[in-house]
């Protein structure tokens, strides 16, 4: 148990469809994190969110789009997506980045399918 | 820019050998550096950690040791079991003191390394 869930863990979605993953933290971090795991390739940074507000977008296409309603929450919509895109999506919190403890803890991901 | 390497993998060996897996790196300032270890159909887990050169991380049997001049922090286990079959990350932030952004991870490819029985 690593104390960061997601939902759901798999998902299989059309490129018209718009669907959203959840994740959630229950370890008191205010620092949130979305990842992309792609086959073969180093993991990408998507978006980071700290107290609540954006620090990080990383030339992420449009077609993903995070909110971060409170700091124990992070969510990535998705719509009109490619089949490109079909990868692990990993989430991960960690204390505030500017603060002395700043391991990641991730959450196991949702396998997302674009057919 | 910051990045690591590490070996391609993937390294199979049997029950009780010894393990290593290598990793450099290249960064600005004074990276912190990081092993993670996933588990099949799960997230990433921190296997260990070392914050300044000289420093060793060690975990469940795991060891490395922050070694500046030669840039690397190479992960070893003295007898690997089945269970630790795995894909590892050796991953470096820039830490707190050198003006960068410190929660940014910089990930390797990762190693699969499967153990036999």
């Known amino acids: 148990e690593t104390g960061v869930t997601q939902t759901p863990r798999h998902l299989v979605m059309g490129m018209t469809n718009k669907k959203s993953l959840k994740c959630e933290q229950h370890l008191g971090h205010n620092a949130m994190y979305w990842y992309k795991q792609s086959a073969k390739k180093p993991l990408e940074l998507m978006f980071v969110?700290?107290?609540?507000?954006?620090?990080e977008n990383n030339s992420v296409p449009s077609r993903f789009s995070p909110e971060c309603p409170n700091s124990s929450h992070l969510f990535l919509h998705l719509h009109t997506l490619q089949p490109e895109d079909s990868a692990l999506y990993l989430c991960?919190?960690?204390?505030?980045?500017?603060?002395?403890?700043?391991?990641?803890?991730f959450g196991p991901g949702t396998r997302l399918t674009v057919t | 820019g910051n990045s690591v390497t590490q070996m391609e993998g993937p390294v199979t060996l049997s029950e009780e050998a010894f393990l290593t897996i290598n990793c450099t790196y290249t960064?600005?300032?004074?990276?912190?550096l990081f092993w993670y270890v996933q588990y099949p159909g799960e997230g990433l887990q921190l296997l260990l950690k070392?914050?300044?050169?000289?420093d060793k991380g060690s975990n469940k049997g795991f060891e490395a040791t922050y070694r500046k001049e030669t840039t690397s922090f190479h992960l070893e286990k003295g007898s690997v079991q089945v269970s630790d079959s795995a894909v590892y990350f050796c991953?470096?932030?820039?830490?707190?003191?050198?003006?960068?952004?410190?929660?940014?991870?910089?990930f390797g490819k990762g190693t699969l390394l499967t153990v036999n029985p």
């Open positions: 991953a470096l932030s820039e830490g707190l003191n050198s003006g960068g952004s410190n929660y940014k991870l910089t």
């Open positions: 070392a914050t300044k050169a000289d």
């Open positions: 960064a600005t300032g004074y990276p912190s």
């Open positions: 991960a919190s960690s204390q505030d980045p500017a603060g002395s403890s700043y391991e990641q803890y």
């Open positions: 969110y700290s107290l609540e507000e954006r620090v």
